[in-house]
């Protein structure tokens, strides 16, 4: 649906190439995606990937906080409402294996990803209940919460995407129940931290501050 290609600014770019050095100046899926298609080959367009061996850590910062002991986590108002489309790492190979083995795959473009989109609170009280924590989210209005905390991009468009075209015609489904797949997560992220833990990313002080101090948009265990 986009038009625009190349549209990630110079500071987004440097930014994913810490994790993916491999990325170039010009990185753009649209071009892979028409060489592919031309050739009669199939497009997996693929969600955010979590469990071991993440190296983006999306699980980290809740698990971090689970281990040290918090009581209460923090959620701006436009994050704690944005949904996107997620997907295990193992069911997402099994797709990958699918659309390169299927021949009634070849020159179709699927999405692929778990069959709901949640918001992000939603989300992290999955992961938090996995980790076995028993405290609560506090949802604050925007300008309320912390700056390390602060939503980073617009929230206000999702990444909402309909899995039913490959399972309906290649038979995909999650093969780790949702419960398995987050533990074996939540265990990696605790054996396996970052290198590199940015020690402003968790400002407690600042955080128990703004619970505090202003009144939630929504306090939920």
Known sequence: MRTRLHP???DVLQMVRAVYPWLEEDYDKIPAERVVMSAGGTVLRLPMIYGPGDPLHRFYPIVKRVDDGRAAMVLDESTAQWRGIRGYVE?????????ATEARAAGQVYNVGDPENFTELDWRRQIAEAAGWSGRFVVLQDECAPT?????????????????????????????????ALGRTIEWELANPPQQINPAEYDYPAEDAAINAAPAVRALR
């Open 8 to 10: 990630y600014p110079p």
């Open 148 to 180: 390390h905390l602060k939503a980073r991009g617009n929230l206000r468009q999702h990444w909402a995407v309909d899995s039913s075209r490959i399972r309906r015609e290649l038979g995909y489904r999650e093969r780790v129940p949702r419960v398995e």
């Open 91 to 99: 069911d997402a190979a099994w797709a990958i294996a699918l659309g």
